[in-house]
């Protein structure tokens, strides 16, 4: 279970980090994510909805609700990693999302094989 929070963890704080970052258009975030654009925003969506989806299913497990934070992460952390590893794909693998999305899919591998 160690595992399993700390993958939520370190979901509802990069996630909301970076759309946070995204959003206000700090730190030449075009140079790393593109100009602010619909697709920047959009994905900015979706890092959004990961983090409030680990924040719910850390809050059930806060509730006793194991059985639902298993649930969600049997299904989010799967979709993250494809989703991660298909960036070393679409981009240069020493990228710096890239890179930031190995190491999460390595973390989120690793807590699955936990589960």
């Known amino acids: 279970m160690t595992m399993l929070v700390l993958s939520l963890v370190a979901n509802v704080l990069v996630t909301f980090a970076v759309t946070l970052v995204i959003w206000q258009n ?3 975030v075009d140079n790393v ?3 602010d654009m619909p697709a920047r925003r959009i994905l ?3 890092y959004l909805a990961i ?12 509730a006793g609700q194991e059985n639902i934070t298993r649930g969600v992460a049997l299904t ?3 979709l993250q990693i494809v989703y991660k590893l298909m960036t070393a794909v679409a981009l240069p693998v020493m990228h710096p999302v890239v890179l930031a999305n190995l190491g999460i899919a390595a973390l ?3 807590t699955l094989l936990t589960l």
Do not use: I
């Open 76 to 78: 989010l952390l799967p």
């Open 51 to 62: 983090g409030a989806v680990s924040l719910y299913a850390l809050l059930q497990l806060g």
């Open 44 to 46: 900015a969506c979706v």
């Open 26 to 28: 700090r730190f030449s």
């Open 108 to 110: 989120h591998a690793v």
């Open 33 to 35: 994510y593109g100009p």
